[in-house]
């Protein structure tokens, strides 16, 4: 028979028996606590700046000759939550195809960045926005006035693509 | 006549300043209580509505104001409806017979009128209507629970009306050694039988640094931990223990009768402090005397000082409680019982009698 005995008088000593030392003891921990330093981020006024490995909200690239993206339509393709519309048109310069309208519905996307990957003209880029507030369906989708943006933005995203990829 | 309209105008401008003021104290302890656990758990707590945060309660009544008040289907109506009024209306009432501060008096000659600090801090019975009063402040949780008809409801107004029963004994007992040094130090000897329990008298026995707690240390403490029981408060906060109970007795109530309980417990919170202030850390009493300040006693000016004094010590007791709140976990029921009635119980009778002998050896 090896049974010991574990009753709460044999683990305790007289002085945590008596409740008040220990209880003592806990006030002081608490109390240190308090000058310790916090970590809550103050939202609105401190903003969080991600890294370039952040996928926020996918926008469109535009560099000093105007617009990348030639309106292959391979990021609708991709796109697993059918959140983009592509409508492709022709025009005289360089590229001969430009997008007449692009579509990208916030409330659809997932963030995923397929378009990104499979994009052949490094045209759509995920950026670094977070702060997405649509007060109806209508407004959250986008269209190209509200997803071109200029490249010198971009550059952490696209440095890390370049990197990586 | 006219005096009998003077005395109705005066205790009325007190009621109604009283009423303010436990009211405004839920107010500030609903916030220092969650500024002060989101200190401990290294968080800052609420710290947007007003400066600091500390609109913060008013808007949370605000907003409860405005929820819809559900009664359950079930619920005994009347009795559900009555509760939170008992609750509350009893954390007010105790407050009746706290003196503030010292008298002060104002017109000169014959015109002059002696003014107390609070509506009626002479009464011969005033420790006996507090005890009373907190008996009946069961009433309200147990008949929350009851009239509910919620089987966690019912079991949180039963442990209340247990744990505070069992806790009012020691907590009874304890002030006994209180009066008995309250008396001994007694200024006035024509009335000092018949004013003992009186709390200003109390007070005024505290004069000079003779603080109970000095002479009481073992009642203060049994007094300290039976107001933690009484205000069902951690770690005695049985009746609404959220992980066993949901809500405890409260489950069932939303809106401003929630508001009620809310504030009920807070204002309960204030009124332990006072009593704990008046009983043993000398009341209104100044740590200095009042000749320092250059005031003379009757003056408005003293007693505003004088009641400065009892606020900060309420405040200091009340940040106490949450600071023992946030720290100790809450007692299993067993251990609970087995504190009031094995430990508290004889420790308040040894102290009576220790009292009472040191007392009949000196005196």
Redo the contacts between chains.
Sequence with gaps: MNITKNTEAERMNFWERMYIPEIARGLGLTLNQVFKPKFTRQYPEEVWEPEGSYRGRPVLVKDETGERCVACGLCSRVCPALAIEVHASETEKDKERYPVKFEINMLRCIFCGFCEEVCPEEAIVMSKDYHLVFQSQEEAILGKDKLEVPIAKLQDRLEFLRQYR | MSELVWILIETLIKAVFILTMIMLAAATLVYFERR?SA??????GPNRVGPFGLLQPFADVFKLFLKEDLVPKAANKRFHRIAPIISLGVTIAVFSVIPLANYFTIGTGDTARKIYFGIAPNVNIGFLFILAMTSVGVYGITLAGWSSNNKYSLLGGLRSSAQMISYELSMGLSVIGVLLVSNYFTTSQNDSWTNALSLNTIVLNQSGWKWNIIFQPLGF?IFLVSAFAETNRAPFDLPEAEPELVGGFNTEYSGMKFGMFFLAEYGNMATSAALITLLFLGGWQLPFPAGWLGLTEGSIWLALAQFSSFLLKIILIAIFFI??R???PRFRYDQLMNLGWKVMLPLALLNIVITGIVLMIIS
Excluded at chain 2, 39 to 44: G, S, T
């Design positions: 002060i200190l401990i758990q290294n968080r800052y403490l600071w023992v946030w720290t100790v």
